[in-house]
């Protein structure tokens, strides 16, 4: 079972760790760099993780000896990248039988229809990823 704790400060993820943890968990995400304490406290309550995970940003700041001690152990610390911001509301699929339909020629009406999403919709997508050659979403 994964768990993820987030925190503004030590003390409130000791806490969280405290309540949110159990025998049963074999992963960790926590939001705060993970140190001696917060590691204690994450193999106290659950002896069977083997997987803490953390920003990727604060990967660097953790301290050799710990991430040394936790392989000995056998538990993976790793950097983790959270995903941030809205949600896509359209997969990959669904963007790219939108560009291919376009381009075979399917009037956009019936893009919309078929696939179920707005003709605004259709249209939008369909101009931003056919008129760009690049790559879709950046990928």
């Known amino acids: 079972m994964k ?3 987030k925190a503004k400060t030590y003390s409130e993820l000791i806490r969280k760790l405290d309540e949110a943890l159990n025998e049963d968990v074999s992963e960790v995400y926590v939001n705060l760099r993970p140190t001696k304490e917060v590691i204690v ?3 106290e309550r ?3 993780v083997r997987k803490i995970t953390c920003p990727p940003s604060l990967y660097p700041k953790v301290s050799q000896k710990v991430i040394i001690a936790l392989n000995q152990l056998g538990v993976e610390l790793l950097p983790e990248s959270y995903p941030r911001g809205r949600p896509k509301k359209y997969d990959e699929k669904t963007v790219k039988q939108v560009v291919e339909m376009a381009r075979k020629g399917v009037p956009m009406k019936e893009i919309s229809r078929k696939l ?3 003709l605004r919709t259709a249209y939008y997508l369909a ?3 056919a ?3 690049t790559s879709f979403r950046g990928e």
């Open 41 to 43: 406290k994450i193999l």
């Open 131 to 133: 008129s760009s050659h």
């Open 3 to 5: 768990v993820r704790v």
């Open 116 to 118: 179920g999403i707005p």
């Open 46 to 48: 659950s002896p069977n």
């Open 127 to 129: 101009n931003l990823y």
